[in-house]
């Protein structure tokens, strides 16, 4: 009789677990309640255990705090190489498939003598303004909003119409602050990847150092250093069109995987000369394909978004700008020569003495790291 | 899920995905790692991968459920970097869970909260976990199943046993025979 009686109990307790877990059927909830009719005393423990199972609900201002410092990290995770526990991650079983990074292994990669060594690149992370979508709250009323990166650091921003926006390195990006009108406007100098939201009313206009940008829905590369002599448009999705500052009746309009350069300055279309033509010598402007990487099948322009430091036929000089604003550093070389070489290669979480030492096994030339100074020399 | 609706590219509805579950992944997460500031970073990092993903979206049968296999996922390559014991699977793994929250029904005095703590704490380590991932998660068991990879049957049955030893525990004001019976035939 005693074991009937335990398995009648331990029958109750499996009950009470069904109900506060919300899994009992209507059948069981019925069974219980007849339990409860002949065993009333039991009804007491049931209530208490009801009380404590709903407990109070969690403290909000304590996830919001953690929200923030989230949204922080979030803001800041372009600049992280990879999560820490990434890599780890492919070995593990997961009910959906994992987006695991594909390593990308430049030329330069398979010359690196000791490759495998996972550094972290120490990317000192600096945003001088928070974005203005991750702090709801506006304080001040200013006409405009201005983004920027520091040398060596990059950031993700969302705009009020909620195209997003990737500052690479050293670049600055200024908005009408309540982003209303016939249009959205976007200023930028550096370079910066749009992904932008579609609004057929509202075309969306990017100005650079010497070109507008009119879209209506697309993702694209804007290149435009106002220490670079050329800026740069590669289109990923969708159309756009681009005026010239000093010549706004040609419009040249972009295919998918197009990249339109434009030399700074002097940006002049010459009479009667068709968009796609190139130029022998310093052409004002040229229209090509952008180049797509193999193995991420994503243009080399847009690399830097998923934090790789991409050189596709750059001269060194090109790579050393490039270096300057990735690393924070400044690098000189005196001689002109090897200014004119050119390279390419793909780095992810390479550290600057790594990248260095790969470019020197290939470009034959000899370096010294001094703090925050490179010099190459022959 | 209603979770997923309008979640492209929407700033709003990853925030409030991120106030739904990010407490209850950081109880698991704790439960694991047993500090508060790796915890606090594995969430991150969870909900991180999420924005990275959030094209893929729609392919995820049961996000909260993938959410939280991937803190699982996380939590274990952390403990093993951390610790030289390699852990592969939560058996066998130590888990504490939080102190749970007061309830807020007056029925239930400190005294006997206090008490039912300790009952918690001397539940084993996995009954643990699935009774902090059903209540303060609401988890449901299939979930809780998938999650940690076992049947939900097993989930079902420990659950009934953490409600057990916590019920026996409490008072019957009540008192009879019949029950003083019932419960000395337990020892």
Redesign the interface.
């Known amino acids: 009789m005693q074991g009937e009686q335990i398995t009648q109990e331990d029958r109750f307790w499996l009950l009470v677990s069904l109900k506060l877990a919300g899994e009992a059927t209507p059948e069981e909830l019925a069974e219980l309640e007849t339990f409860l009719q002949q065993r009333p005393e039991m009804g007491l423990r049931m209530e208490m255990l009801n009380g404590f199972w709903l407990g109070e609900p969690e403290d909000q201002g304590r996830r919001n705090d953690a929200l923030n410092r989230h949204l922080q990290r979030l803001s800041n995770h372009l600049s992280t190489p990879t999560l820490n526990y990434e890599a780890a991650m492919a070995t593990e079983e997961a009910p959906a498939p994992l987006p695991v990074e594909t390593h990308t292994r430049g030329i330069y990669r398979l010359l690196w003598p000791i490759v495998g060594i996972a550094a972290a690149i120490a990317l000192i992370f600096f945003i001088s303004h928070r974005p203005e979508s991750i702090k709801n709250e506006r304080v001040e009323q200013v006409a405009e909003n201005t983004i920027s990166t520091k040398p060596g650091s990059k950031s993700k921003i969302q705009l009020p119409d909620g195209s997003q926006v990737w500052l690479n390195a050293d670049s600055r990006i200024t908005y009408n602050e309540t982003f209303r009108g016939p249009f959205r406007e976007v200023q930028i100098t550096g370079e910066a990847y749009f992904d932008i939201a579609k609004d057929k009313d509202h075309p969306f206009i990017i100005h650079a150092n010497s070109i507008d940008v009119r879209v209506l829905g697309t993702s694209l590369n804007i290149r435009s250093y106002a220490n670079e002599k050329n800026t740069e448009a590669v289109l990923i999705r969708g159309s756009i069109e681009v005026t010239l500052r000093s010549s706004p009746d040609k419009k040249i309009i972009l295919q998918p995987n197009e990249k339109l350069v434009v030399q700074n300055g002097k940006a002049v279309v010459v009479k009667g000369m068709p968009s796609v033509q190139k130029y022998e010598d310093a052409p004002v402007m040229t229209l090509g394909k952008a180049h797509i990487q193999p193995k991420d099948t994503i243009a080399m322009d847009i690399l830097w978004v998923k934090n790789k430091l991409a050189f596709d036929h750059e001269t060194l000089e090109e790579v050393a700008r490039k270096i300057e604003r990735w690393y924070a550093v400044k690098v000189n070389i005196p001689d002109e020569r090897l200014k004119h070489v050119e390279y390419s290669g793909v780095f992810e979480d390479e550290s600057l003495r790594q990248v260095m030492e790969a470019l020197r096994w290939t470009g034959n030339f000899r370096y010294s790291i001094n703090k925050r100074e490179v010099t190459i020399t022959p | 899920m209603q979770e997923r609706i309008a979640f492209y590219?929407?700033?709003k509805a990853y925030?409030q995905l991120?106030?739904l579950l990010?407490?209850g992944i950081?109880r698991f997460t704790y439960s694991l790692v047993k500090s508060n500031e790796v915890a606090?970073e594995?969430?991150?990092?969870v909900?991180?991968?999420l924005?990275?993903?959030k094209d893929?979206l729609p392919?995820?049968?049961?996000l909260k459920?993938?959410l939280y296999?991937?803190a699982k996922?996380?939590s274990?390559?952390?403990i093993?970097?951390h610790y030289k014991n390699t852990v592969v699977s939560l058996d066998g793994l130590d888990v504490e869970t939080i102190d749970?929250?007061?309830?807020?029904?007056?029925?239930?005095s400190a005294d006997?909260?206090q008490q039912?703590r300790k009952v918690i704490r001397q539940l084993p380590p996995q009954c643990r976990l699935i009774f902090q991932m059903?209540?303060?998660d609401g988890l449901?068991?299939k979930e809780v199943a998938?999650i940690l990879?076992i049947s939900p049957l097993t989930v079902?049955n420990q659950?009934?046993i953490?409600?057990?030893k916590?019920?026996?525990s409490?008072p019957?004001?009540?008192?009879?025979g019949f029950?003083m019976v019932?419960r000395f035939?337990?020892s």
């Open positions: 590219e929407d700033m925030n991120f106030l990010s407490g950081f606090e594995i969430v991150s990092d909900f991180i991968k924005w990275q993903i893929r392919e995820i049968e049961n459920v993938y296999t991937i996922n996380f274990l390559n952390y093993n970097k749970l929250n007061s309830p807020a029904e007056m029925c239930v006997l909260v039912i059903v209540k303060e449901r068991y998938a990879d079902r659950l009934a953490a409600i057990k916590i019920g026996e409490l019957v004001y009540l008192q009879s029950t019932s035939s337990h």
